[in-house]
């Protein structure tokens, strides 16, 4: 399998130079082949999220590469990545972030117009993936009208409606109920497995992780196979 993600040597600090100086990743490396699932742990403030964002090039490290595809993200120009980021990475939060005047369905419609799709193929895809995973019945619904799992279960479908190559998920089930979490868990697992994706998946439920491909922990700024 060739690898969609790779990660190599990645350092960043905050405040670099002064007394104030923290060292968030050190030398911190990962390979994701094509279709694997990593599920990464690690305490907060250990420096996940900032690792995520680098790999989805929404912030640089200090050293190392980035290569998404075979392709060094780091020597390209802003509006490349820019573009690289919008086409071949999809991105989870933990909080929804759902645009609240807007359906479900819209809100999965909204960034595929973005990328040029067509308003009728962007509807056809978006309640495609809503529909696999129950809920056919609520693409008019506005955030407001959904349950928390509800919501951010299209926010997994806003994800994947420009059909990336790599997902990048920080506690995507972190603000649930364990019951919810579980179930909304289930349906990520099984968009991401449906669709081949390669997919890193921030979570601090080890119990999670495990029913993953393969576990990395962030520790001292590195990561390490669990």
Known sequence: MSDVLNLSGISKAYNKGKPSEVVVLSNASLDVKKGEVIGLIA???AG?????????LLDTPDAGSVMISGQDQIGKSDRRRTNTRRQD????????HLLQEFTAEENVVLPQLANGVSKSNA???????LGKIGLENRINHRPAELSGGEQQRVAFCRALANEPKLLLADEPTGNLDPATSDTVFDALMELVRGTGLSAVIATHNLELAQRMDRVVRLENGSL???
């Open 224 to 226: 390490v196979d669990v």
């Open 43 to 45: 305490p907060s403030g």
């Open 123 to 129: 509807a056809k895809r978006a309640r495609n993936l």
């Open 89 to 96: 990475v999809g991105f989870i939060y933990q909080f929804h």
């Open 48 to 56: 996940k999220s900032t690792l995520l964002h680098i790999a989805g």
